[in-house]
């Protein structure tokens, strides 16, 4: 369960192109961010992805990446010509191999050989068309699907949904966000060229006219298991209320939305379809393990990282194409490690979960009183860098990567101290503490 969105520049405050996206994985599932140069690859290279091996271009484009740890693909990223991708996991009546690229792996080859959205899907339908959507996509417990994409760059955007080698895409006009659903119907721009030939053999529609690739394509029933309607009908409002508008600050507020609850109203065992999503016992679609903002601006894009779950109760830190990554965001596991960012930011997460309107209403004024002030900072900043020489450039964002990690991780431990001194106040289901208490266990997480 993940949810993508994009504002264009059309429909944005300043002109930007706006990106958005929140991964929902299992939550002891750890997300890294990983950053890749560009580089140069001998003749006849492979590129070992998660399940399979493909040839390896003779030159990758620079990448930054939020990641479930043991996979070699991504979730959302971007390159370093302001290319941002993000995947969702949907379902159609095409088989599911048990070997062949994965989604994510897909959205890491797009970015690092596609120089512009355009050219990034079709990177991405050349290599779907030729190898395949194939493999397990969870750690652990297996789950197959095929995929579907938001993939923007600094002037454009597009959507992609794939059904194994089948494909069709639409081009966005203004605003978009997809969720765990076909949302594709009779229009689009490009596709497969035998798209609607194959779903006449299948059975699936009578005739070219009665094609409908949503409708022919997609398992039935997906939605209501996946609740994916309701997410998709709020981002799609969010984004439409607001747009010629829309900010940075707009877009992360969208992915830490719980369908308009504020943070006192809002409990975690009870309320379960909103964008922000987070993990119950009763239910297999887990949390929201990271979340991503990129601001695609033409010169010095700034890329709002959570590395951390739930991006209600999360700050998102500025990255920047070309500086290195603190390297505690590159440290995760199955199980808690003092070294790692997400697994530390997590034992604050699941502290508050045990009573979510008494201390998530404590935390997130501060949180959102420092996410204002890095955005301010991170304005000035790229101000400042934008008359700089390169190397000096790179110097003073790193920098401020840096002290916003260094205040993040500051005033986490300080959060955690706090919410643990907090008697539970709010009556929480206990079945839903005990399913705490069981991926607390598991991980080796003892708060």
């Excluded at 299992?26 to 006849?44: L, Q, S």
Aim: hydrophobic share 35%; charged share 25%.
């Amino acid at each position: 369960m993940c949810d993508t969105l994009v504002a264009l520049g059309n429909s944005t405050e300043d002109g930007s192109v706006i990106f958005g996206k929140n991964s929902d994985r299992p939550p002891n599932e750890a997300h890294v961010i990983r950053h890749f140069p560009r580089m140069e690859h001998r003749e006849g290279s492979k590129v070992k992805c998660t399940h399979t091996e493909i040839p390896q271009e003779p030159e990758t484009l620079e990448v930054l990446l939020s990641c479930p740890f043991w996979i070699w693909g991504a979730e959302m990223g971007v390159n370093e010509y302001g290319v941002a991708i993000g995947n969702e996991s949907v379902w159609s009546k095409e088989d599911y191999a048990d070997a062949g690229l994965l989604g994510m792996d897909l959205l890491r080859l797009g970015l690092e050989r596609g120089e512009t959205a355009r050219r990034a899907l079709e990177v991405i339908v050349e290599l779907l068309e030729k190898y395949g959507q194939g493999g397990s996509h969870n750690y652990g417990t297996p789950l197959k699907y095929h995929n579907s994409f938001i993939i923007a760059d600094t002037s454009e955007a597009w959507v992609l949904e794939t059904a194994d080698k089948y494909w069709v895409a639409e081009y966005v006009k203004d605003v978009r966000s997809i969720s765990n659903k076909y949302t594709i119907g009779k229009e689009w721009d490009l596709a497969s060229p035998n798209l609607v030939e194959h779903a006449i053999e299948k059975g699936w529609c009578e005739s070219r006219k009665d094609f409908n690739f949503a409708r022919c394509y997609e398992v039935s029933g997906i939605q209501q298991i996946m609740h994916c309607d309701e997410r998709l009908d709020r981002s799609t409002k969010l984004l439409q209320d607001n747009k010629g508008k829309i900010t940075v600050k707009d877009m992360m507020s969208y992915l830490r939305d719980h369908e308009g609850y504020n943070v006192k109203e809002y409990n975690p065992d009870k309320q379960i379809t909103t964008i922000c999503a987070h993990s119950a016992p009763e239910i297999m679609i887990g949390q929201s393990t990271a979340s991503y903002v990129g601001h695609l601006t033409e010169e010095i894009p700034t890329h709002w990282l959570t590395g951390g779950s739930n991006p209600c109760i999360s700050v998102y830190i500025p990255f920047y194409i070309g500086a290195e990554i603190p390297e505690t965001f590159t440290k995760g596991g199955e199980k808690y490690k003092e070294d790692s960012y997400w697994w530390n930011h997590e034992k604050l997460v699941r502290k508050i979960q045990e009573d979510y309107p008494q201390r998530a209403g404590l935390i997130v004024p501060e949180i959102e009183t420092l996410q204002s002030k890095f955005l301010e900072q991170a304005n000035k900043i790229r101000n400042t860098a934008l008359d700089l020489t390169l190397g000096e450039s790179i110097q003073i964002l790193e920098d401020f990567t840096n002290e916003c990690v260094e205040t993040v991780t500051k005033k986490s431990k300080d959060w955690l101290k706090t919410v643990e001194k907090m008697k539970q106040v709010t009556p929480t289901k206990s079945d839903y503490l005990n399913f705490l208490k069981s991926v607390n266990e598991a991980a080796g997480l003892k708060i």
